[in-house]
């Protein structure tokens, strides 16, 4: 009897799964979009129990949602599905137990079949009778078929689920100073279902209430405000061994996505600072938004590191402050949250998450390890301004589908600009965007790899893939040109339309279109459509048929015309028709300089066929009789594309870049050539020369030797005026170091002429260039008037230093950091006082710098290395000492070490991910290329495995890593040949390969190139 009515309850069962999608591990779209339309005001309450040092987290939650109701009188069976994922090699710590559903008992069928009819009502009846509430565990999902009713519906479970020091939702973090242990928990893109079950989609917003039972001494920091808190005892034995935890009771959160939910535990110390939050404005259009009456917000450090954090809190929280006020204002939207408490977090494995009212930074990035310069404050501002933006863009608007998360990304990054422009405009930020936003972007979209910013996701499980360089650099670039092409004003109205339309829902692209529609009345389908679904970017080049002129023949004109062509990037088929080739409309500015040395500038309409100025359908001219040196496109960088000079702008760049006294301007030169360079229309030796000769001379400014006291006010002001800042010192230099390592001649291995474990000889470092490159480093390093610049040139020794001279200085740097000038060489010591009135160049070093030098001196396989590295493990004991010791040892050049950092990188599950990305960019050194090269098809066969089990960017930094170690054709045909030979391989990682590879592919055809 029962084995009838077990079939009858199968056969229910089975029916009714053939009105769902089908299910499969992780979230396809599918399924997300069948749950989306029937799942409505969902609820959870979560009661979580944080025991120290627990493998697992250990809950109650409780699930409540509105079945949408069915037209029908006799509906067939609805059914509830919920994801819950197991982490693989950990899933006898994922239990869930005691599930109810409506109240009933519910428990785990065995996997169903297909085949069978639907029973009748008395059947199902009879069914339940028998053998209560069945729900099945299948495919990382749990599927309610039986007993799910129209209207509400509520399912209680209890659960377990890993704490993992990496690779889980919750993470522990024991700190190796004091021994105390912190938990957080990380959810993006889809990992909530790992913790407990969800409906693990962004486009089911819930409410989420929590109580968290905790040590007593632990602070715990959640998404709202903490209610209530309970004191318990854990255990007594008399008369005074007492165990205590504390109960914590949070408010239910607005309706927010899984992806944000989160919290945070440990012995935090806490920094306060009121008025961060509550600015009081009151939006002057929508009289539903109350002043702002929040308490303010928290910062919370870990307690090893809350002395290293006093000197930086005031201004932590002023930029946090600042950046609320102005996005209050500039969304036109209040907070919308109660609070906002920032979170630092030891070894984040990203720069920062935006938690809805809690975000969580790397700790690292906000107290700076090294001595910071101005790009470091730079970049510590906008990660903030960043993550602030994320609560309107983000949190309170969700993105219907990861396809979309650029509408996430790409407008926290741009409008973190935007704050920058108004809180630091000292930054020169725009300036700062187009070296480092712009300049990303374009690494990315030139290659094979690219994608369009929208990304097609057809399962949760492939959305790590989507975060990159796209969504983050180019989608901000497009939002920067959308600005311009529509009108601040304009584009200002439309995001605040779409952002009050939206509020606490989800939207797609699409919806921000139609704000853009009716804000500027323009029909921009075509337009958008382009920019956000098709890859790959435009070139634009000036038509040299109309600008080479003879002299003699330019007399006899009143009028030249010349034109500028937009050709398609080389990712695009070559073989498309004409009619079908995409065309990218946009607005950009050009400039002109004449022969008299005037300059002219015009906004151009970047249309079909052609360039229009204003609304005359002509490509542009310019006065005969003046003539024209420079025609310089894309001034001030409103446009997007690689922007190539035509042969005479190039050379007038090359011979007046460094009178240049526009410092925006100045940079947008430096990357014009440096687009030469990676086209192949300029030596890299060229480029390379010029950055040393300019650089020197501004060291020139400051002669070894000669008084540089502050009455010396005339050179200092040249410099001021003719010196790149810091940011674009240290793209330039970073040029440099690609050109020397990738660009250049076999740089030779190591600089001592290390042997392999094949006994071959590499010879000393012969690159050419190298000497002047690293005399103009250490120069700067010792001359430049500002503590920052001195740093920048100092980091950039560090990827280019090989020979003795530059080792001895760095060797000098470990014991002192002062550069007297005599490291290696026989001049007397410089010992002239610096502008600021300091004597000598000394340069602050760290204890990161410090890891850094001897990681290089292991690279370089300098005899003092080993036991520099030993003294400074015994010296150095602090928490952060020992990841980057383990990071150093990476960079020893032999055969055995090599064998021994993979077989951490793939089989150790103790190290946490911090750790190894901490140690495979030492362990590829491209000097080292020869070594790791056979590891070069092993680190592509473990992609799938590191998709499947890594935080979002590991994959990125794995593949930069290992490919970004060789420049060989060797190489290159190892790539080549995993793609061919795999041909099944993931689409998402294939392309990750495709982007990465491009490095080795430029570097191959460069070496390769005729020099001029």
Not at 223 to 252: C, G, H, M, W
Not at 436 to 441: F, G, H, I, L, N
């Amino acid at each position: 009897m029962f084995i009838r009515f077990l079939l009858v309850f199968v056969a229910l069962s089975v029916s009714a799964f053939a009105q769902v999608p089908p299910i499969e591990p992780g979230v396809s779209q599918e399924l997300a979009e069948w749950r989306a339309v029937r799942y409505s005001e969902v609820q959870y309450k979560l009661n979580l129990t944080l025991e120290k040092m627990s493998p697992v987290l250990k809950g109650t939650v409780e699930i409540k949602l509105q079945y949408a109701a069915e037209a029908c009188a006799e509906c067939p069976p609805r059914f509830i599905v919920l994801d819950w994922r197991k982490i693989r090699g950990h899933e006898e710590k994922s239990t869930i137990s005691n599930v109810t559903l409506n109240g009933a008992a519910a428990s785990v069928s065995p996997s169903l079949t297909v085949g069978h009819a639907q029973p009748d009502a008395q059947a199902r009846a009879s069914a339940r009778a028998i053998s209560g509430l069945k729900y099945e565990e299948r495919d990382e999902h749990l599927i309610f078929a039986d007993g799910v009713v129209m209207g509400e519906n509520v399912i209680k479970l209890d659960f377990t689920s890993p704490i993992l020091p990496s690779g889980s939702a919750i993470t522990r973090y024991v700190d190796k100073e004091d021994g105390s242990e912190y938990l957080y928990s990380l959810f993006v893109p889809s990992d909530a279902s790992t913790a407990f079950p969800v409906f693990d989609q962004p486009d089911i917003k819930a409410k989420f209430s929590l109580i968290i039972r905790a040590p007593f001494e632990w602070h715990v920091i959640g998404n709202s405000a903490q209610t209530y808190e309970q004191r318990l005892i854990d255990s007594a034995k008399p008369p005074d061994d007492l165990k205590l935890s504390k109960l914590r009771v949070f408010a239910e959160t607005k309706p927010i996505s899984t992806y944000v939910f989160a919290f945070a535990a440990g012995p935090f110390e806490k920094v306060s600072e009121p008025g961060a939050v509550a600015t009081g404005f009151l939006p002057a259009t929508d009289a539903r938004n109350p002043v702002a009456t929040a308490p303010g917000s928290d910062i919370y450090v870990r307690k090893s590191q809350a002395a290293k954090f006093k000197p930086h809190a005031a201004e932590v929280a002023r930029l946090n402050r600042e950046a609320i006020k102005y996005f209050e204002e500039y969304f036109d939207y209040k907070f919308p949250f109660p609070k906002y408490d920032l979170v630092l977090i030891p070894e984040f494995p990203f720069g920062g998450m935006e938690h809805a009212g809690a975000t969580f930074l790397r700790e690292a990035s906000i107290i700076f390890p090294q001595e910071p310069t101005k790009n470091d404050h730079i970049s510590r501002a906008t990660l903030i301004f960043h993550e602030a933006a994320h609560q309107w863009f983000g949190d309170t608007v969700t993105m219907r589908w990861f396809d979309d998360l650029w509408l996430k990304e790409g407008f926290a990054t741009f409008t973190a600009y935007k704050a920058m422009e108004k809180i630091m405009p000292e930054m020169n930020e725009w300036k700062v965007f187009y070296e480092r936003v712009k300049q990303a972007a374009y690494q990315t979209d030139s290659t094979k790899g690219t994608t369009p910013i929208y990304q097609e996701i057809k399962n949760l499980s492939a959305a790590k893939s989507a975060y990159g360089n796209i969504v983050y650099n180019k989608a901000p670039a497009f939002l920067r040109q959308a600005e311009f092409y529509l009108g601040e004003d304009k584009f200002k109205a439309a995001v605040r339309a779409f952002l009050k339309k939206h509020e606490f829902r989800n939207a797609g692209w699409e919806d921000l279109v139609k704000e853009f529609e009716t804000a500027s009345g323009k029909d921009l389908k075509d337009w958008a459509n382009v920019w956000v679904k098709e890859r790959g970017l435009p070139v634009f080049r000036v038509g040299e048929s109309n600008f080479g002129f003879d002299p003699s023949e330019l007399r006899k004109k009143e009028t030249v015309t010349f034109g500028v062509a937009q050709q398609n990037s080389n990712n695009v088929e070559a073989n498309k028709p004409v009619e079908n080739v995409l065309f990218w409309r946009e607005k950009a500015k050009l400039l002109l300089v004449t022969s008299d040395s005037k300059t002219e500038v015009r906004e151009l309409n970047i249309i079909p066929s052609t360039w229009s100025f204003g609304d005359q359908k002509i490509s542009g001219t310019f006065d005969a009789r003046r003539g024209v040196k420079l025609i310089f496109p894309n001034y001030q960088d409103y446009g997007y594309g690689i922007f190539l000079l035509d042969d005479r702008s190039r050379d007038y760049v090359l011979k007046n870049i460094q009178n240049e006294k526009d410092p925006f301007l100045r940079s947008m030169m430096w990357g014009a050539l440096w687009d030469s360079v990676r086209e192949g229309e300029l030596d890299p030796r060229e480029y390379v020369e010029l950055v040393v000769r300019v650089q020197s001379s501004n060291f020139s400014l400051f002669p070894a030797g000669k008084e540089r006291s502050a009455g010396n006010g005339g050179q200092a002001k040249a410099c001021t005026l003719n010196c790149d800042d810091e940011s674009t010192t240290a793209l330039l230099l970073n040029r440099v170091g690609t050109a020397m390592n990738y660009y250049l001649s076999e740089p030779g291995a190591v600089a001592t002429g290390f042997r392999s474990g094949t006994g071959t000889k590499n010879p000393v470092a012969t690159a050419p260039g190298s000497d002047l490159v690293e005399e103009m480093l250490i120069t700067g390093m010792r001359n430049s008037p500002t503590l920052g610049q001195r740093i920048t040139y100092y980091r950039a020794l560090l990827n280019i230093a090989s020979s003795e001279k530059a080792r001895n200085v760095l060797k000098a740097m470990l014991k002192g950091g002062n550069l007297s000038g005599s490291e290696g060489v026989s001049s007397p010591p410089n010992r002239n006082t610096l502008p600021t009135g300091r004597v000598s160049a000394s340069i602050p070093i760290k204890t990161k710098d410090k890891f850094d030098i001897v990681t290089r001196l292991l690279i370089l396989n300098d005899p003092e290395a080993p036991k520099l590295l030993a003294d400074l493990e015994k010296a150095e004991t602090g928490d952060d000492a020992k990841r980057y010791a383990y990071a150093a040892k990476a960079g020893i050049g032999t055969a055995e070490n090599k064998a021994k950092y993979w077989n951490d990188f793939v089989n150790n599950k103790e190290i946490s991910e911090s750790w190894i990305e901490a140690a495979f960019g030492p362990w590829n050194s491209i000097r080292h290329s020869d070594l790791t090269l056979p590891y070069l098809q092993k680190a592509l066969q473990e992609l799938p495995n590191h998709k499947r089990n890594r935080k979002i960017f590991f994959v990125n930094g794995w593949l930069g890593a290992f490919i970004g170690g060789q420049r060989s054709e060797e190489a290159l045909a190892i790539v080549n040949k995993f793609l061919a030979d795999n041909p099944n391989v993931d689409n998402d990682l294939r392309l990750k390969i495709l982007e990465n590879v491009d490095v080795i592919e430029r570097a191959v055809k460069i070496r390769q190139k005729p020099k001029r």
